[in-house]
């Protein structure tokens, strides 16, 4: 007996001494990812692309929050199709959602790992900057559309268990990604190897671009405070002048597009919703056309088309500027007052009213612009009007409204605003400080076509332009533009307290019509 316990402690010892041998590598997935084996460009690329709001190649986020709500609310499109609720004020909770459900476990989950593992690696001290700096695009669009988020403890379930994220303050939100913003600004640098490189889908990696982008989302994080702090606003929107934002279109910050008949992350989420997938739902609105052929704006011809059959995608239609018509806000397809049929001026057919141009804006290839040269300079007018920065805000102005036209050439504008329609545009338009606020932000909701999110940030910022709210039975804001989008439904079941303290920090609850923090 002695000596089969023996043996069989042999046996075992042999047994354990093997196992302990190779025991790490044996027990390691070589298919599984670790920090160590990550590649982070990846994540940045991913991260990027899903921001533009395309995560599942059916332009999720894009199609309900940028176009069927914000582009109807700050009437830039219009639709009598029910589900394009934003024209009508009626709430889907999905489609109020839709940003927030697709980007938190995506994109921002993505940029949050990649900030968070290339903090401690020297050799890509650049890169871990420019991560720094989108982080702060990212969270800004977040916070801008819901109010008090998730964001100290936000895309962190992964790296410290926290998966009952709480919602940060606005206030605080926004101090620190002006903090962030000047940190990382001041510390990239032009001799640090570019580690991120082609990964990068705005600048590949350009530290002078990223310095140029980061000041100029500055100037915008800081003008977003105009009404709540001003004397903040001033301090750093001086900080960021200079710094040195943005001199050009050509420091515009895009990512390009690829034009794929398969549902694909990398189409542009708008020209596959306007020329795929739901091509005839939407219209010019008649607010937007008729402020352009009242100004005699020569860039309507490249926002607008008329299509004798809208359904057909081939259909580019007619881009002649003064056969442009846009459709009123606030009718449907019923058999009520509100048809379509009944208003005013009607021209006998859905069809004669203005889609949006299948050349430039409304293709599956169209470019997305995250941060341009013309919303700085007219952000910089502003404050310029309001004695924040030295200079000129008319000088300001005159550069903004010319680098929106000039724009256009880099989403498929042909031949283009040439400079000399720019300048004709300006004489007949020259700008008055009795009316300079009102002409600014008018002109930034116009350069801001497309980026429907940020166009209606900025209206609630400015209230400019003058928009008049559509009336319409089963709205749910008390006829008034909305405010905000809701929450997920579902953080009331996997995240009731934090979600409970955040909606507190609402002037009117969990709705559409409550303002955020600085939308005073």
């Known amino acids: 007996m002695k000596n089969k316990w023996l043996s069989l402690f042999l046996v075992s010892g042999l047994l354990i001494t093997g196992c302990d041998k190779n025991f790490e590598e044996i027990n390691t997935d070589p298919n599984k990812l670790t920090p160590a084996s990550m590649n982070y460009n990846f994540l940045f690329t991913s991260s990027q692309l899903i921001t533009t709001g395309n995560s599942d190649g059916n332009a999720y986020e894009d199609w309900r929050n940028n176009l069927i709500y914000a582009s109807t609310m700050i009437q830039h499109l219009a639709s009598t199709t029910g589900y394009w609720a934003g024209d009508k004020y009626t709430f889907n909770p999905g489609y109020n959602s839709a940003y927030w459900d697709n980007n938190y476990p995506n994109s921002i989950k993505n940029i949050v790992d990649v900030v968070a593992n290339l903090k401690d690696d020297p050799s890509k001290a650049n890169f871990y900057q420019i991560a720094r700096i989108f982080k702060v695009y990212a969270f800004q669009r977040m916070t801008d559309m819901y109010g008090d988020i998730p964001y100290s403890e936000a895309g962190i379930g992964y790296l410290e268990n926290k998966t009952s ?10 101090a620190d990604m002006l903090t962030e913003l000047e940190d990382a600004a001041t ?10 490189g082609s990964a990068d889908l705005m600048y590949k990696g350009d530290p002078a671009k990223w310095k140029k982008f980061a000041y100029s989302l500055m ?13 903040k606003a001033k ?4 900080k960021a002048v200079a710094g040195g934002v943005m001199t050009a279109n050509t420091d515009n910050a895009i990512i390009s597009h690829e034009a794929i008949e398969t549902q694909q992350p990398t189409n542009n989420g708008n020209g596959w919703v306007l020329a795929g997938v739901d091509p005839d739902a939407s219209r010019l609105s008649n607010t937007f056309v008729t402020f352009l052929k009242t100004n005699n704006d020569p860039r309507l011809t490249y926002f607008g088309t008329v299509a004798v059959s809208p359904t057909d995608v081939k259909d580019l ?15 449907d397809n019923g058999g009520t007052s509100t048809n379509i049929s009944n208003a005013p001026n009607w021209p006998g057919s859905r069809n004669k009213y203005s889609i949006v141009n299948r050349k430039t804006f409304a293709r599956k290839n169209a470019e997305t612009f995250l941060l341009t040269h013309s919303e700085t300079q007219l952000l910089l007018a502003e404050a310029a009007q309001r004695t924040w920065i030295a200079g000129s805000a008319a000088t300001f102005y005159n550069a903004g409204v010319t680098a929106a036209m000039k724009q256009l050439n880099q989403v498929g504008a042909s031949p283009g605003v040439s400079d000399a329609d720019a300048a004709a545009y300006l004489t007949a338009h020259p700008y008055s400080a009795a009316t300079g606020l009102e002409q600014i932000n008018t002109q930034y909701w116009v350069a801001t076509f497309m980026d429907e999110i940020e166009a ?3 209206w609630r910022r400015s209230d400019f332009p003058k928009l008049t709210p559509v009336v319409y039975l089963g709205n749910v804001t008390n006829g008034t533009i909305p405010r905000r989008f809701t929450y997920p439904t579902g953080e009331v079941a996997t995240n009731q307290a934090n979600y409970t303290a ?11 019509n409550s303002k955020i923090w600085w939308d005073k």
């Open 165 to 174: 994220p709480k919602y940060d303050k606005q206030q605080d939100i926004y």
């Open 187 to 196: 510390k990239l640098s032009a001799t640090a190897l570019n580690t991120v």
């Open 219 to 231: 100037v915008r994080v800081a003008m977003r405070l105009s009404k709540v702090d001003p004397d």
């Open 235 to 238: 301090t750093w929107v001086a």
């Open 317 to 331: 239609g007619d881009s002649d500027p003064a056969i442009q018509l846009g459709m009123p806000n606030g009718y």
């Open 456 to 458: 209606w940030s900025n």
């Open 502 to 512: 955040g909606v507190a920090g609402l002037t009117n609850g969990d709705k559409m």
